[in-house]
């Protein structure tokens, strides 16, 4: 049975429309998030209180993961500095190619993946949950602004928790390369740290801040979004959790792109 060209046209017109609308919800969501962030009332002690458990939640309880992959990030920098040093023997381009690849791409990529992956399944599932069980509606009703008081200390907790494991993993990797260095050649104490952090710039600070802080922003917003407007049944709730998961990697992954294009250009 052959396909109508209206029928193709259709469905583009039906997910062009639903992807629009959805990217007009999050910009919406952005704008009231920093609305409510710079806002003194906003954060008030129950909202501060949400906060530092996200923080806890994604970003501490995640560091023992970041450490070891930064662990096993600098035993593969110390290898690649070695087999390179080999065949160019200079430790200037090395240091370059280090702040460039570790600090402007593998930290912020790695951190971001790792609270996407960790934490908002979770997020979601437990907005999804409240949303459905009735609890939202019940805050509502008794003149609770849920925007704030449920989205905004999770879409922040995202965020700082993304640049925090982003700096952890710099440092992390950084110090296992140096040991690596230490230990089996005769460079000075302390030379490949201040080899990479006398090559750093503000590029590269830009950088990292950004392509981590912003993806975690957006990963935030993208979970309490999906989560705040799951409704039905519960089986609707592993829906949920699928969307934003796939639609945070995605938000991350045009993030990076713009950011690469900006730094890059």
């Known amino acids: 049975m052959s396909i ?28 009231s998030f920093l609305v409510e962030a710079i806002n003194p009332a906003t954060w008030k002690y129950p909202v501060r209180d949400r906060l530092a458990r996200q923080i806890l ?28 040093l080999q065949h160019i023997g200079e430790m200037e381009f090395l240091y370059r190619m ?5 600090i402007r791409e593998a930290a912020p990529f790695m951190a971001t993946f790792i609270i996407i992956f960790a934490s908002a399944s979770a997020t979601t599932t437990e907005l999804a949950t409240m949303k459905i069980s009735g609890q939202v509606e019940l805050l509502r009703a008794q003149g609770i602004d849920t ?9 922040l907790g995202f965020g700082i928790s993304a ?20 230990s089996l050649t005769d460079l000075m104490r302390g030379a490949f740290f ?13 950088a990292l801040v950004s392509k981590s802080f912003l993806p975690g922003i957006f990963a935030g917003i993208v979970c309490s979004f999906e989560g705040l407007r799951t409704s039905g049944a ?4 592993p829906k949920a959790v699928s969307r934003a998961m796939l639609r945070s990697v995605t938000v991350a992954v045009f993030i990076w792109g713009v950011i690469v294009i900006a730094v890059y250009a």
């Open 57 to 84: 939640f994604t970003g501490v309880q995640a560091i023992p993961f970041t450490i070891l992959v930064a662990l096993f990030a600098g035993a593969s920098i110390f290898l690649q500095c070695l087999f390179w």
């Open 4 to 31: 109508r060209p209206s029928t193709i046209c259709h469905f583009i017109w039906i997910g062009t429309s639903d992807l629009v609308r959805w990217v007009l919800y999050v910009m919406a969501m952005l704008y």
């Open 163 to 182: 640049l925090g494991l982003s700096i952890l993993f710099c440092a992390v990797a950084m110090l296992a390369a140096a040991i690596g260095f230490l």
């Open 234 to 237: 519960a089986t609707e709730i």
């Open 98 to 102: 280090v702040s460039a690849l570790l």
């Open 147 to 155: 925007f704030r008081f449920l989205a905004v200390p999770r879409i």
């Open 194 to 206: 201040r080899g990479v952090m006398s090559s750093l710039s503000a590029v590269d600070i830009f």
